[in-house]
């Protein structure tokens, strides 16, 4: 990487290098096992002049997301925090309230687990998701999806053939797309020109502050403050009014943002947020220059326990197969004679084996007939989820691993 893929600087200073890893949703077929697996650099850097962080765009959009592995229905606490944003934001834009035929666009869609609650409001709505396999399942569960990545010719296509968006939905994508601006510039054409943008990304503030590095995979091209997320946004004619901190992936922001038109001043909470990063250092070096130290005694911390556990004979298994594991498996070595297994809830990853670190992936029954000492969460982001969904660990003295923040062992009680 030479150039800043937002503001074009050629001033991009090292965050953390965490090696060559294959990319982290490319799961492994049995008889795939013995042929070669492509890895790539995974290394972080920062622009010193927007202070956009990014990593090389090394493998492309098409090549992850035409087939994907995540589905976003597997998860209850994921499905619930898109209820209660349909329902707030319905109240916030006034879908419908004047009796109007509102219009919500998702980008990223998935298989349908956010618009299925602007179906059943009766509002209309279109997917646009580029991923077949679950684009599909989102049609099958009544929610019209696109089968397109967004680009302004997309995004001009569907507000053609639809009409404009009063409301234009992008979580979790912002991070996923090499091309910041031409991403942007498509959500700026599927808007209404009075219409609303809501974004929600992963908050590098979060991400540094609390060793969250097993975030940084090859889907994520770039990782946001809302400092750079307001120049981001500004490259398609979009202009930050609001901001809200959220709990989701670890420590999200949800970023509210209008035609720069109508936008008028942010609010207090925008100040509020770019206060608290500047405090952090997150606009100059200074911020970034223990971060690797950090990362590397979160690797050290969990290698000891393992190799200990394994040294006492206990089993350690694994419970999720997500994208940010397998970055953290792959960052520390961890290998089926240290992690005998993991299980997922999606039946498409069952039979399938962890790139690069190559651990069996079975169903979650698995876990209570055989009993291990310990289960390593994997998606430690829903800690109070698989808490409770892993209660029943309990019953064998048992116990939870969790690696991030930093290494806790929990004793599970009913």
Aim: charged share 20%; net charge negative.
């Amino acid at each position: 990487m030479t150039r800043c893929r937002l503001c074009g600087s050629a001033t991009l200073a090292s965050v953390v290098d965490l090696g060559a890893t294959p990319p982290c949703e490319s799961f492994l077929a049995a008889d795939q096992l013995d042929e070669p697996e492509p890895a790539y650099p995974l290394h972080l850097r920062v622009c010193t002049d927007c202070w956009l962080a990014q990593i090389p765009p090394l493998i492309t959009p098409e090549e992850t997301f035409k087939e994907y592995a995540y589905f976003s229905s597997y998860s209850t606490s994921w499905v619930e925090h898109a209820r209660t944003f349909v329902a707030d934001a319905v109240q916030r834009v006034g879908l419908g309230a004047d009796g109007s035929d509102a219009f919500v666009v998702e980008v990223a869609s998935n298989d349908g687990y956010l618009l299925k609650h602007v179906v059943d409001r009766g509002i209309r709505c279109l997917g646009i998701e580029p991923s077949v396999n679950v684009g599909a399942a989102a049609r099958e569960a009544g929610v019209p999806t696109l089968t397109e990545f967004l680009s302004p010719e997309t995004g001009s296509a569907v507000r053609a053939e639809h009409g404009p968006a009063d409301l234009v939905v992008a979580n979790n994508v912002y991070a996923h797309i090499p091309d910041v601006v031409g991403f942007t510039q498509g959500l700026r054409a599927l808007v209404a020109d009075d219409g609303w943008v809501s974004i929600e990304v992963q908050h590098l503030l979060t991400l540094i502050e609390e060793n969250q590095y097993d975030t940084i995979y090859h889907e994520h091209f770039q990782y946001y403050t809302v400092a750079s997320a307001i120049r981001a946004l500004a490259s398609g004619g979009l202009a930050l009014v609001d901001v809200e901190l959220l709990p989701t992936h670890g420590g999200s922001i949800r970023l509210w943002a209008r035609p720069a038109e109508v936008a008028g001043e942010p609010s207090r909470r925008v100040a509020d947020v770019l206060d608290r990063e500047k405090a952090a250092g997150l606009q100059e070096l200074s911020g970034y220059a223990e971060f690797s130290a950090r990362v590397a005694k979160v690797r050290r911390d969990l290698l000891r326990f393992l190799v200990e556990a394994a040294e006492r004979g206990e089993t350690v298994v694994g419970y999720g197969a997500p994208g940010k594991g397998n970055t953290l498996l792959n960052h520390c070595g961890i290998r089926p004679d240290l992690l005998a297994y993991t299980v997922d809830r999606n039946p498409y990853k069952h039979g399938r084996f962890t790139p690069g670190t190559r651990i069996p992936i079975l169903p979650p029954e698995q876990i209570a007939a055989d009993k291990p000492d310990y289960v390593l969460v994997l998606p430690w982001n829903l800690r109070a989820e698989l808490t409770e969904q892993l209660s029943f660990v309990h019953e064998w003295g048992g116990r939870l691993v969790f690696p991030i923040p930093e290494l806790s062992i929990v004793e599970v009680k009913r």
